[in-house]
Every structure is written in C-alpha cells, then in structure tokens.
C-alpha cells in the first residue's frame, strides 16, 4: 500500500506543508519510515497519531490534560503531553480545501452532503415533510465581461459529462473576421476539447474588463442577498393576491411581527468559473411560517408549488441589479447583476427526475471542496512582500484579476502612494529615561506607561467595533488570493437543514463510544448523555507545537495507515450493502 501524501512541503499551504522534518536523518524518506517502524513503541504511535494519520498537515498541540471528577471538581490524573509519542496530540487540520489537505476535505464533503441533503429529504433533526415542499436547482452565473474561449455542446449524447466526447460548436464563430481595438482577432474556429488549456481566456487580454470582474466577485454575496429578498417579497405579493393571510408571528424579545405566509431556505455553493469569476449553484426550499415557533420547518400554503417557486426566482433574476459605490478610477460605481445564463431544474425526490436530491447534494457537496484551482492559480493570502509574484498588469488572465484586485483596493483616501510620499528625517525614538507612572506607579523606561495602555485597551475591547473603512473596496486586497471572491464556498440559511456543528458532535460521540455497545440518537437529532453513567471531566490545557508530520516518513506510514483503514472500511459499507441490497451509507454519488 503507497502513501497518497506528497514527500515535499507545500509552498502553496499555510504553516510547514506536509512534514516539517525536525528530525533529519542521513537517508531517505523510506529510510525513516524503516527506522520509525523498527522502534519498540511503533504500535502505539500508529494508535497515538489515529486522529490525524490521514492528515496532510496535522497541528502539534502539547501540554497537559486533566482528568476531572464533575461532581467533586477533584482532579483524578494528571497526563503530560512530554510523555506521549512524539511529545505532542495531533489532530486533523480540518481545511476543506481538496488541494491542501485531501483527507480532511473528504470529511468535509461527506458532512456538506448529509446538510444538503437532509434539507430535501428530511432526518438528522429535519422533520421528513420537507420532501413534500417545492424545491429547485438554480444555476446563477455572472454577466459578460469580455470575450473567452469556451466549449459550447447544443445537445449531450455522452453518458458522462465528465469524459464528454461529443462535437462542440465553433468557440468564436462570425462572419466577418476582423480584429478587435488592440488589432487582435475577435473570432475563433476551433472546436475546443474539454481540457483545452485557453478555455476561460480571454481572446483579448487588453479588451477584458479584469477590474468589472473582481468587483462582481467581491459584491456577488450581496448580489445573491437581494434575490432572494426579491424572490420572497415577489412570493408575498402572490401569496395577498391569491387571498392567503399573513401570519403573525412572536419574536424572541416577546413582540407581535406580521410576516408573508411564505419564506424561502436554501443551501448554496459557489464555483469559480475558469475566466475566474464565480456563479452560484443553489437548493432553494419553499417553507410555510408557523404562528407560534418561528424555528419550525413547516410545509407552504396550498396552492404553492414548483411553478410558482421558478416564476419568484427568474423574476428575481431579471430585476435585481445595483450599482457599486463610487470609486477614483469608476466615479459612478460599477453596475453588479446577474449574467443572462439562468438554469433553473425542479428536484425530484422519488429519484426518477433528471435531477434528483442525491445528485444535486452530490454535486454542490464536490464544489465546496474546491477554490481557484480550475483557473491555474493557488496561493495563501497576499501582502506586499508576495504580491508581487502573483500581480502584473501586463501579464496573464490571472496575473491582471489580482492586479486589478491589489489596485482597485488601494487606500483611496491617501492623495499620494505611500511609496511616493517623503519619509521624516528624524529618527524614531527608543527607550527614555526610566520614570514613574503617577496613575499606577509603574517604573518603565517606555514613554507611555504599559500599565495603564493595556488596561485602556481593555476598555476599548468591551465598546462597540469601529464601523468598517472608508473604502468599501479594501476587502479586494484581502482577498486578492480568492481574485476579489471574500465569501464561502458553502453556506445556507439557518432553518434550511441542520449545521456541521451537529455532524461533528455526533461523529465525537460515536466514536468515543464504539467500542461500547450504544444506542442509537434519539429522534430530533439531538445527542443523548447518559447521566446515569460514571463519567469524567477531561480538561485540556494545550497550546501549539507545530504544523505537520516531523519527518517524511512519518507522513508516509501514517497516511498509508490511514488509506487501509479507509479501505476495511469501505469494503465492510459495501458488504453490508449488499447484503441489504442498498446503497453504501455515506457514498457521495458524482454528479453528471
């Protein structure tokens, strides 16, 4: 069995990459697997590191662990990280990027899976009556901004999208074969293969609108935001004509709010596109209100379905758009809307439709997953020493979309750059003479008393945060990296299905007890504690060693420990389905 984790760090992820080697040895990483499997304790470092062994880049935690009797507050052992294997806890990174670490990913993909689909089909604390309320699978894409070299196929014959073979459409074709304002062509005949590499390039690097795009990256979030409220006022407006009443509803302050009688939940996932900018795949629900618990899932009025549930979200669609705030280098903003590219699918949950809950759960559970990977470009945040890398207004696709991202969220209200401006001649003060605080009485040599800043901070930490900055375009430097995108990649409303929380508690519980024999959950999805049993407190108190494996061979046996685990496994899934004659349980179907 060979290990899956690469045997060199990773300049592309965050702390030392996939081992940090701290221990050199004078041979190979097979080498130092040798030696680590050679030793007295290797079993029990196998099972020490169990946790993490699939991790790419675990985190080293070290220091002491209390074991606390609840009832008396006596501590009953007292165990030393110093004498563990390793003198250190590892634990998984927990990053959901496939790229950086695929083993934690693949756990996130599983929880993304069982949230979505539990907002269709129900359990898991859900109430099964959402697999009778509308739902729908809508695609929103961004608008044009430039010309790009892309694959267009009329009508699919493959059985797989992922291998597709069929003929496309030329990419550019028009009669007239001129050439655009920088004397390029703006045609193009080819008929482009799937993993073409000039898909999502622009014909015209100098023609694109690179900063149009990544202020449309940065404002999609809100974009998204306004459709729906438009989608839920559009509905309300159907709702009074068709003669159903509001509901009046008590809020938790213990005030009476009239509200539509219905509302919309969804979970959503976005994607980047390869010329870079997002869209937005989403699950949208159409709900009822309850009149006495505002947190129940409960089915819409009669008379609302799938129909009604597409009208609210094409029209939506159609009529929201706005305009960005002003800018040096855009006085009048840039206008953010969507593209004219809408699909919308009803979901069946019989599992006969062309799109069924288990495929589009599936499928939005694979794109939380990902990142920028499918236009070329990886990196961790950006600053001014390792922008320059990355940013060149005259370089690739890429390269101007995080350019145009580092210029348009310059600090506006500076009339000229901070390089261009004079420096003070004078130099900076060190210590003074050592004095007396007459507040606290603190002697210091600093010339503000370090007693006293700290407690003043204090206060400011408890007053109410600063409103954001001047410029609303200064998250484009933060999130440069993501070209301008600062949202995640996975996110639903707070009634649509349960939270990863609830995943994670659930799969503590169950595997701190499974070696005992346990019930199962009880209905609602909340977790049972056995009160009646003997139980401690464990009290950590930990803090961080490290990130990563500390030689590569560690990586290697651990990750290959972690892959035979995976496998027994699965094959027991796959053997107890068969049995039943079902599907596997926690198999993420691919979708199409």
């Keep these: ?3 899956t984790l690469d045997l060199t760090p990773r300049a592309t992820a965050r702390g030392v990459g996939s081992n940090a080697d701290t221990i050199v ?28 062994a699939g991790c790419t880049r675990p985190i080293r935690l070290a220091g002491q662990l209390l074991t606390i009797d609840p009832s008396t507050g006596r501590v009953l052992e007292q165990r030393h990280t110093d004498a563990m294997p390793d003198a250190a806890i590892y634990t998984a990174c927990g990053n959901r990027r496939a790229t950086v670490c695929p083993s934690c990913a693949h ?8 949230l979505l689909r539990a907002g269709l089909v129900g359990g898991k604390g859900v109430p099964d009556t959402v697999a009778q309320h509308p739902a729908v699978f809508p695609t929103f894409t961004a608008p044009s901004f430039g010309p790009v070299h ?5 009508k699919h014959t493959c059985g797989n999208r992922k291998r597709c073979d069929c003929r496309p459409e030329p990419c550019h074709a028009r009669r007239d074969s001129g050439l655009c304002a920088h004397g390029r062509p703006a045609v ?5 293969e799937p993993g073409d590499v000039v898909l999502g390039q622009p014909l015209c690097l100098d023609c694109y609108d690179h900063d149009h795009q990544v202020v449309w990256n940065l404002y ?10 438009a989608a839920e006022r559009w509905l309300a407006k159907l709702a009074r004509r068709r003669g159903i009443p509001r509901v009046q509803v008590v809020t938790a302050s213990g005030n009476t709010r009239t509200v539509p009688p219905v509302r919309l939940s969804h979970g959503k996932a976005a994607e980047f596109q390869a010329r870079g900018a997002v869209h937005f795949h989403a699950l949208v629900r159409l709900d009822g209100v309850h009149p006495d618990d505002s947190t129940a899932v409960v089915p819409p009025p009669a008379g609302f379905g799938v129909a009604d549930l597409v009208d609210a979200l094409r029209h939506a669609a159609a009529h929201v758009a706005f305009h960005t705030p002003t800018h040096p280098d855009r006085p009048d903003g840039w206008p953010i809307a969507w593209g004219e590219q809408l699909d ?4 069946s949950l019989n599992g006969d439709g062309e799109v069924t809950d288990s495929m589009v759960a599936g499928y939005l559970a694979k794109y939380a997953t990902k990142s920028t990977e499918v236009t070329g470009h990886r990196s961790v945040r950006l600053t001014t020493d390792t922008i320059d890398d990355y940013a060149d207004p005259d370089g690739d696709h890429t390269a101007r979309l995080i350019d145009a991202c580092w210029r348009i969220g310059r600090p506006t209200h500076t009339p000229v750059p901070l390089s261009q401006r004079p420096r003070d001649p004078r130099p ?20 503000a008393c370090p007693t006293c800043t700290a407690a003043r901070q204090a206060a400011l930490d408890t007053q109410p945060t600063k409103p954001a900055s001047a410029n609303p375009y200064a998250r484009l430097r933060r999130w440069a990296h993501m070209l301008g995108f600062g949202g995640h990649f996975l996110t639903k409303a707070r009634r649509y299905s349960v939270t990863f929380q609830l995943l994670r508690d659930t799969r503590v519980t169950f595997r701190r007890h499974e070696d005992q024999a346990h019930e199962h959950p009880a209905a609602g999805g909340q977790l049972v504690d056995h009160h009646d049993e003997d139980t401690t407190l464990i009290v950590g108190t930990l803090t961080f060693a490290g990130v990563g494996w500390h030689t590569t061979g560690d990586a290697l046996l651990a990750n290959t420990a972690a892959a035979m685990a995976r496998e027994r496994r699965t094959t027991g899934r796959e053997e107890l389905a068969h049995e039943l004659s079902t599907t596997p349980a926690g198999t993420v179907p691919a979708a199409a």
């Design 428 to 447: 900076r003060p060190g210590f003074v003479d050592p004095w007396e605080c007459p507040d606290c009485g603190t002697h210091t040599r600093y010339a």
């Design 25 to 52: 040895y004078d041979y190979t990483a097979a080498g130092s697997a040798f030696e680590r499997a050679t030793r007295s304790d290797y079993f029990g470092w196998i099972d020490h590191i169990r946790a993490a």
């Design 150 to 154: 892309n694959r267009v196929v009329r």
């Design 344 to 347: 919308i699918r009803p979901i």
């Design 107 to 114: 756990t996130y993909q599983r929880d993304a899976y069982q």
């Design 220 to 229: 999609s979030g809100e974009l998204w935001h306004r459709t729906k409220q």
């Design 188 to 192: 193009c005949w080819a008929r482009h």
């Design 1 to 3: 069995m060979a290990s």
